[in-house]
């Protein structure tokens, strides 16, 4: 059984396989859903300045007394958290400074324990169940492939203790579900904050012309729409930077998710490459970046404000533009934008 989104519903994406696709219309700006992280953690590097329950940025946050190790808004926040925190806590105490599981390992043993008490479809899986979520195990590397084993090492010396540690072969599938399903949730200056499994936006295709960006508000994705959508059109995403050039973006993509995007942009521009040359065709292809970026400034400038993070990030992008080009001008002009919202 299937469960149901109001507005979205799951389809057979021509050539893509399963995906998720608009039953209404939808304006640029307009929330399609939000979706719960049906497993989420704190970047170790941010520990002290945001909350690892809610994602809260605030000051004087308080710390669990056992380990001094984890930071909460509050007793309830530290109730919430305990589930997850308590196959770290212990374990953070006996290995002292040797304990340095990875993020990836650190968020597969969040996954295994919610598996185990969750048994019932979560609001993380209206769509998408987390278990058929896509796994690209048989296609790895050798390079990727010990990148697993020395994470599932991770597993078995911190986590074996609180956790039943399940076999080595659906180790290495879910390893790679959460690889390829994975989100990195920035906070408002970029920064990567924590990781995060999706189930339902893990649905979501990719291309380089993408309908919807993924804010975060705390541990939550939220999907909206940055192209006007009739009923029946796919929603559609970017998993990697769009300022890459063409054959980069496709590299990355067959690198990490194991296709090559046959979007409108990738199918054109791979038509243009063949006849373009050297610093002449870079040249070019920059310029239409910067092109690309103020469009799109313009376009979500009434929309979202400046300090919206994918303004944010489409201007520092711009900046970099900017800077490739030589243009000191335009380069200030995007730094000075970026700035503004941090001065108070
Ligand atoms: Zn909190
Ligand atoms: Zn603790
Ligand atoms: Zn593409």
Redesign the pocket.
């Known amino acids: 059984m299937t469960g149901s989104m109001e507005g979205v519903e799951r389809f057979d994406s021509p050539g893509k396989g399963r995906g998720l696709r608009v039953t209404r219309a939808f304006k640029v700006g307009e929330l399609l859903f939000s979706c719960p992280a049906y497993s989420y953690v704190l970047s170790v590097k941010e520990r002290g300045c ?7 940025r605030k000051e004087g ?1 308080a710390r669990c007394g056992k380990c001094k190790k984890a930071f ?3 007793a ?3 109730k ?2 305990w589930p997850m925190h308590k196959l770290e806590c212990s374990a953070m105490l006996a290995f002292g400074e040797n304990w340095c599981p990875s993020e990836m390992s650190r968020l597969v043993a969040r996954i295994l324990a919610k598996k185990k008490t969750q048994k019932e479809r979560c609001a993380s899986e209206k769509i998408l169940l987390i278990g058929e979520m896509q796994s690209h195990a048989e296609d790895e590397d050798n390079e990727k492939r010990q990148m697993s084993e020395a994470d599932i090492a991770g597993m078995h010396r911190f986590y074996s203790k609180h956790l039943e540690v399940p076999e080595h072969k659906d180790l290495l599938t879910l390893f790679s579900q959460v690889a390829c399903n994975g989100f990195t949730i920035e906070d408002d200056e970029l920064s990567h904050m924590g990781t995060a499994v999706y189930p339902d936006v893990a649905l979501i295709n990719h291309s380089c012309l993408p309908s919807v960006i993924v804010t975060y508000k705390g541990t939550s994705a939220e999907i909206r729409a940055v192209q006007d959508m009739k009923p029946g059109d796919e929603v559609l995403i970017s998993y990697i930077d769009l300022l890459y050039p063409t054959e980069d973006r496709n590299n990355r993509l067959r690198e990490s998710y194991y296709f090559t995007c046959e979007c409108q942009e990738c199918k054109c521009k791979s038509k243009v490459r063949t006849s373009e040359q050297g610093r002449e065709g870079t040249e070019e292809h920059f310029h239409e970046l910067l092109e690309m970026c103020e469009q799109s400034l313009e376009e979500m400038g009434a929309v979202f404000d400046d300090a919206n993070v994918y303004m944010l990030h489409m201007m520092y992008q711009a900046m970099g533009v900017c800077l490739y080009m030589e243009d000191p001008d335009g380069a200030v002009r995007y730094g000075e934008k970026i700035l503004r919202p941090y001065r108070c």
Do not use: P, R, V
Request: contains cysteine.
């Open positions: 945001y909350c690892e329950f809610c994602f809260n946050l909460y808004c509050n309830k926040c530290q919430g958290d």
